[in-house]
DNA sequence: GAATCGTGGAC
DNA sequence: TGTCCAAGATT
């Protein structure tokens, strides 16, 4: 049982807020990689960044390395058992505690992810706007879960959520609660769970400067250590990630250079539009050097273009690199 | 409690 | 194109 711990708690760490189609290839790749919690516990910062490269929610990465370490330091290499417990590692929340603690340790916790949140607050047909109705939901849940096997009642409440209790258009002529389900009754399934109205994504704007030498280098630097794409590795960008710039123009370039303008990539991140321009160059090989002394190129090195794939690129940074060749 | 933090697929 | 959203956690 104890073993299970491990893949259970690496799937949901994956699994947050990212689809199962996401999440498969990684959760392979990372058991391959590292079998046991011990083996990712002494694994390398950057091995774990590279493998986790274009999941997103990189911070995720980072406690995942630290929950590892924190396991074998503190734990003996033995997730401990309970909720309350589980709950104190690093990235581990309310829902990742609960859903580890029943499924691995049988722990009679409820567990409550946006699926049940949803499937419950249809059939008790709870007004509560998220995320207040959680603990509502959290609460008429808890006393159906002291049974025998939590574990499937946490599955099977977050399978009927992702299949026929889906957020539109739900399939309830066929779901084995519509009997017991108040929204259904009314005819109002497709109103809940009640969220508050979304703020608009304002965009940002800013630009990317991809350095290409003839040998087939890139040249490449690692961000900051917190805020959007941290400790990731990027071309030299204006600071785009900061709320006041919006610097698009090849004179924000890092070095002198035969700059052409390559084209635009938009991304969207949770809350802001994106929209770079990208600027390319092309130096000689001989140039074995940093391009020039220049604080906004700072640290970095030259990584071959066909070697990407060792790198910790999240898929924003692919986009421009793919835009410049 | 509200903001922050990625990405890709569905509609 | 725009919007929602997917097995949330952290600050």
Known sequence: MQADAYRVWLSEIMLQQTTVAAVKPYYE?????????????????EAVMVAWAGLGY???????????RAVVGEFGGQFPDTASQLQKLPGIGPYTAAAVAAIAFRDPVAVVDGNVERVVTRLLAIETPLPQAKELVRGALQPLFPTGRPGDLAQAFMDLGATLCSPKRPTCSLCPLHEHCQAYADGQQERFPVKLPKLKKPTRKGAAFVLIRDDQQIWLQKRGPSGLLADMTQ???TNWSSREDGETSVDASPCKADWQNAGEVRHTFTHFHLELSVYSARLSSGRKTTPASSETLAMGWWSDLDALNDEAL???????IACAL
């Open 235 to 237: 071309v030299p960008t």
């Open 58 to 68: 990189y911070s995720r990465a980072r406690n995942l390395l630290k929950c590892a």
């Open 314 to 320: 999240p898929n924003l940074m692919r986009k421009v």
């Open 29 to 45: 790749k990372f058991l391959t990689l590292w079998p046991g919690v011990a083996d990712l516990a002494s694994a390398e910062d």
